[in-house]
């Protein structure tokens, strides 16, 4: 069983919703709040600065509903639908909800739903563990309300850009898009394929074509190694007998 708690956000527009699942969270032992949220607006900015595991989320919110708001998370994460309206479970259960608690809901019930949760993580921490990101050869993304399986072989670069990562593929003029950061999808690629060269670029290095005055080539794009990140690409490249001028 893994040590490691699993981070949560709650997001509700009422207080006491909030306040009354924060407190199931804290008598929790292997919950940890990170964040909690009056609007999914405010909820989008939390999940960009720090990813969660896991989102207490209610349904029915101004703006942007909590449905709505499932989509655009990073495929990390996952959704706890939290709700006083029960015509929403279907569409709950189709965006891949971990569970629907229903308004109002006690200890005991919150219970049952975060432990569904703890199980389900317990299984993806152990199954990274089993086959680690060496020996991965695909990638999940979630994109236009789609998961994705892209080959690790046919990415070119990762491009991140504002809350959004285009990824270039092999003979594809245009990228796929997703709503996630580079630091998470960094931690998840294969180290000796993927190497982070600037603030905004992840490159495959089998495609880089040629390294010159601090810039690499890479499908005829010129990505410029930041200052940042030089010492560890200058590293890969000595190892591999590459010259950087």
Same mark, same amino acid.
């Given at each position: 069983? !893994?040590?490691?708690?699993?981070?949560?956000?709650? =997001?509700?527009?009422?207080?006491?919703?909030? +306040?009354? /699942?924060?407190?199931?969270?804290?008598?929790?032992?292997?919950?940890?709040?990170?964040?909690?949220?009056?609007?999914?607006?405010?909820?989008?900015?939390? =999940?960009?600065?720090?990813?969660?595991?896991?989102?207490?989320?209610?349904?029915?919110?101004?703006?942007?509903? &909590?449905?709505?708001? #499932? @989509?655009?998370?990073?495929?990390? !994460?996952? /959704?706890?639908?939290?709700?006083?309206?029960? %015509?929403?479970?279907?569409? &709950?259960?189709? *965006?891949?909800?971990?569970?629907?608690?229903?308004?109002?809901?006690?200890?005991?019930?919150?219970?049952?739903?975060?432990?569904?949760?703890?199980?389900?993580?317990?299984?993806?921490?152990?199954?990274?563990?089993?086959?680690?990101? *060496?020996?991965?050869?695909?990638?999940?993304?979630? #994109?236009?309300?789609? %998961?994705?399986?892209?080959?690790?072989?046919? =990415?070119?670069?990762?491009? &991140?850009?504002?809350?959004?990562?285009?990824?270039?593929?092999?003979? +594809?003029? @245009?990228?796929?898009?997703?709503?996630? #950061?580079?630091? !998470?999808?960094?931690?998840?690629?294969?180290?000796? %394929?993927?190497?982070?060269?600037?603030?905004?670029?992840?490159?495959?290095?089998? +495609?880089?074509?040629?390294?010159?005055? &601090? %810039?690499?080539?890479? $499908?005829?794009?010129?990505?410029?190694?930041?200052?940042?990140?030089?010492?560890?690409?200058?590293?890969?490249? +000595?190892? $591999? #007998?590459?010259?950087?001028?």
């Amino acid at each position: 069983m !893994s040590t490691r708690k699993i981070t949560c956000l709650i =997001v509700d527009d009422e207080p006491m919703a909030l +306040n009354l /699942v924060e407190s199931y969270i804290e008598k929790t032992p292997f919950l940890e709040l990170k964040h909690k949220c009056s609007s999914a607006i405010e909820a989008m900015e939390c =999940v960009k600065k720090e990813p969660v595991d896991l989102l207490f989320l209610d349904i029915q919110m101004p703006d942007l509903t &909590g449905i709505e708001f #499932s @989509k655009m998370l990073p495929k990390e !994460s996952r /959704v706890i639908f939290t709700t006083a309206f029960d %015509q929403y479970a279907l569409e &709950g259960f189709k *965006v891949e909800a971990l569970d629907y608690l229903l308004k109002p809901f006690d200890y005991a019930e919150f219970l049952v739903a975060a432990n569904k949760a703890n199980t389900w993580f317990e299984l993806v921490w152990a199954q990274k563990t089993d086959n680690p990101a *060496v020996d991965k050869e695909f990638l999940f993304i979630k #994109s236009e309300h789609k %998961q994705l399986r892209i080959k690790l072989a046919d =990415v070119l670069y990762f491009e &991140g850009l504002k809350d959004y990562i285009k990824i270039w593929l092999k003979d +594809n003029p @245009k990228p796929i898009l997703t709503l996630m #950061s580079l630091k !998470s999808l960094e931690e998840e690629l294969p180290e000796t %394929q993927f190497l982070r060269i600037h603030r905004s670029f992840i490159v495959s290095l089998k +495609n880089v074509e040629t390294i010159e005055r &601090g %810039q690499i080539l890479i $499908n005829k794009e010129r990505i410029t190694v930041s200052e940042h990140y030089k010492p560890k690409f200058l590293d890969y490249i +000595n190892r $591999n #007998s590459l010259d950087f001028n």
